[in-house]
C-alpha cells in the first residue's frame, strides 16, 4: 500500500481528498501546516506528498526548498489555487516533480499521482554519501563524521548504517538484514541485527532511548527516517 502525505489546510479539500484516496487503495496521512508537513515528509517513508503553496506557518516552496536541501527526492505534486506561470517555474525549479492548480478534476489528480509512482524509485542508491542533521556519512571513504568530528563505527555497523540509508522510508525486516548485510552464508541470529542496531543507535541517535532515526516497526523489523 502506498503511502501519501497530503500537506494542506483546506478542511473540505482534505475531507474529500481522504475519502477518495482511501477508497483508491492508498494509506493517507494529512498535516495542516507547513512546519508538520516539512518534518513528517523529511521523516517518514512516504512515497509521494501533495503539497499546498499557501500554509500556515510555513508556505509550500519553503516546505519543498527543505526537503530538496536534505536530499529528500520523495516525489512531489503541489496544489494551488494559484494558476500564474510564474508559481508553477518557482515549484518546478525548486524540485517539484508536478504541479496542480485548484480547482481539478479528481480524475487527473489521480492519474498524476499514479504516474509520479510508476516513475518513482522505491529504493534510494546515494551514490557517494548521505547527510542528515549534523552527521555526514560519506560511503566512498567508509566513514560517517557527527557535527563535524569522526565517529567511531566498526565495519558491520558502517554497513548498516549504507544499507538503511539507501532503503530509506522502506521496512525492513531483521531476515533481509542478516541476508542483506551479514551475507547469506552467514549464521548470526536476528537478535544480532537488534544488538548492532542497538549499538547504532547509541552513536547516531540524539536520545537512543527514543530513536528518531532509526525506528523500530513492531512486528516487523526496522525503518530509517534519518
Not at 181 to 192: D, E, F, H, I, K
Not at 197 to 202: E, H
Request: net charge neutral; aromatic share 8%; charged share 30%.
Amino acid at each position: 500500500m502506498k503511502r501519501l502525505l497530503l500537506v494542506e489546510d483546506e478542511p473540505g479539500l482534505v475531507l474529500t481528498l481522504r475519502d477518495r484516496l482511501t477508497r483508491e487503495g492508498y494509506a493517507f496521512e494529512n498535516c495542516t501546516d507547513g512546519e508538520s508537513g516539512l518534518e513528517r515528509a523529511a521523516r517518514e517513508g512516504f512515497d509521494l506528498v501533495l503539497l499546498d503553496v499557501m500554509l500556515p506557518r510555513l508556505n509550500g516552496f519553503d516546505v519543498l526548498r527543505e526537503l530538496r536541501k536534505r536530499g529528500i527526492d520523495t516525489p512531489v505534486i503541489m496544489l494551488t489555487a494559484k494558476g500564474q506561470v510564474v508559481d508553477k517555474v518557482v515549484g518546478l525549479k525548486l524540485g517539484a516533480d508536478d504541479y496542480v492548480t485548484k480547482p481539478f478534476e479528481m480524475v487527473e489528480l489521480l492519474a498524476r499521482i499514479e504516474a509520479k509512482l510508476r516513475r518513482a524509485p522505491t529504493v534510494a542508491h546515494p551514490s557517494e554519501g548521505y547527510h542528515f542533521d549534523d552527521l555526514r556519512v560519506d560511503f566512498r571513504r567508509a566513514e560517517v563524521l557527527k557535527g563535524g568530528e569522526p565517529l567511531e563505527l566498526s565495519a558491520r555497523e558502517f554497513q548498516l548504517l549504507k544499507y538503511f540509508i539507501e532503503h530509506r522510508g522502506a521496512t525492513l525486516t531483521r531476515e533481509e538484514l542478516l541476508n542483506e548485510v551479514w551475507g547469506y552464508n552467514a549464521m548470526p541470529s536476528t537478535r544480532t541485527v537488534d544488538v548492532h542496531v542497538a549499538w547504532l543507535r547509541q552513536k547516531i541517535e540524539p536520545n537512543p532511548r527514543h530513536p528518531q532515526y532509526i525506528l523500530t516497526v513492531h512486528g516487523m523489523g526496522y525503518k530509517f527516517a534519518g
